[in-house]
Structure formats: structure tokens, C-alpha cells
């Protein structure tokens, strides 16, 4: 049975994976930021190599379970790259300081103020892990404002489209596709070079 404090598979879940088994190629590699419980890595770890990770430390156990390569990590802090592509499924639901809790299931979930905070971060790191051509696929919902999200990619660096979306009960969610728009020219590492040094591993 799944940790009660691990995120599990929902509509946003299936949602990105449906975007990512179309964006994958056989000689990606791979990075989930935030993997949860596992369920998209572990999907796509039969198609391109993988690297996981998350902050939350009952979902690395839980992904290891799954025999993933998992690290614990704040978002990016440590990761090496490069890689192919990068996939995100982000705390995105406006939160208000008083509404917080010292939860790990509730980091999960919680955007800060807006919905933007977590992935306004993640935008300013994400660029230093791609490799020449590399895409990010990351989720966002209507409640987050997704023109929103695309212009703080675009403050990045990156150029953005809708991927994928789908309507559940009442919320519409969306698959964001962020490239650079002028890609770095990065010397390709081997796989087992694009790993971390994670201080949450220490």
C-alpha cells in the first residue's frame, strides 16, 4: 500500500504521462522532478533511461520500490544533466501562508499565493540541465493561469506551447512545452554523469 504522504496517480498524473509517452524518444534521457509515487518514471523507464527525484522522502522510498533511480533533491539543486527532456508535474494550487501546513502530502499541492511559486523556480533552474535540442513537459492548471506560466518560461528564455489538456470537474488542465529559444551548445555527458550531488542525499 502507498505511504498516505506520497501524492498518488490522478487525472494530472495520467494527463502528462499521455503528453510524455508522445514526446519520448529512445535515446533521451529522462529527468521527473517530483516523481511522487513513481508512476510516470517507471512508465517510461521501459522506452528511455531515467533519473528521478523528489524532496518528499517517502516518495523516493516509494519509487525505489518501484526500482527506480531516484534521488532526494529540492527541485534541481545538485542535478548534473544534461538531458532530453524534463518533466514536471508542480505544486500548483494557490495557497495562502495561513492555509499551510507542515505536511509533506500538502507540499505536494501548494503553489504559494498564486500557484507560480514553486514553478517560477524551476523555470530559472531548468535551463542549466538541458542538453542541446532538450524539452520540458510540465503541468499546470486553469486555476494557475497557464498564459501566466508560459510568460515566466518566456522571462527564462523559453519558447512555450499547449501540449495537452483535459477538463476535470470543472478545472481544465494543461501540458506545457518549454525549449529554449536559443539552445546552449553543451557537451553531452554519459548517462551515469548526469546525476547530482544532492545535499538532501547526504
Not at 522532478?33 to 508512476?39: F, Y
Not at 517507471?42 to 523528489?54: E, F, G, I
Request: hydrophobic residues 35%; charged residues 25%.
Amino acid at each position: 500500500m502507498m505511504h498516505t504522504q506520497v501524492y498518488p496517480p490522478r487525472e494530472d498524473t495520467y494527463l502528462l504521462l499521455q503528453a510524455a509517452r508522445k514526446e519520448v524518444k529512445a535515446e533521451d534521457r529522462v529527468l521527473e522532478v517530483g516523481c511522487g509515487s513513481g508512476h510516470i518514471a517507471s512508465a517510461l523507464a521501459a522506452k528511455a533511461p531515467v533519473l528521478a527525484t523528489d524532496i518528499n522522502p517517502y516518495a523516493v522510498r516509494e519509487a525505489r520500490l518501484r526500482g527506480l533511480d531516484v534521488i532526494r533533491a529540492d527541485l534541481l539543486e545538485g542535478i548534473r544533466g544534461p538531458f532530453d527532456l524534463v518533466i514536471f508535474n508542480p505544486p500548483y494550487l494557490p495557497t495562502q501562508p495561513q492555509e499551510r501546513i507542515d505536511d509533506w502530502l500538502e507540499l505536494a499541492l501548494d503553489g504559494g499565493r498564486d500557484g507560480t511559486e514553486v514553478i517560477g523556480r524551476f523555470a530559472g533552474q531548468v535551463r542549466r540541465v538541458l542538453g542541446p535540442g532538450g524539452r520540458v513537459l510540465i503541468l499546470v492548471s486553469s486555476l494557475t493561469h497557464p498564459e501566466r506560466v508560459r510568460s515566466i518560461f518566456s522571462e527564462s528564455g523559453f519558447a512555450s506551447e499547449i501540449f495537452e489538456y483535459c477538463e476535470v470537474e470543472g478545472e481544465i488542465l494543461y501540458v506545457i512545452k518549454c525549449t529554449p529559444s536559443r539552445n546552449q551548445n553543451k557537451g553531452k555527458r554519459n548517462w551515469n554523469q548526469a546525476r547530482c550531488c544532492s545535499t538532501l542525499e547526504k
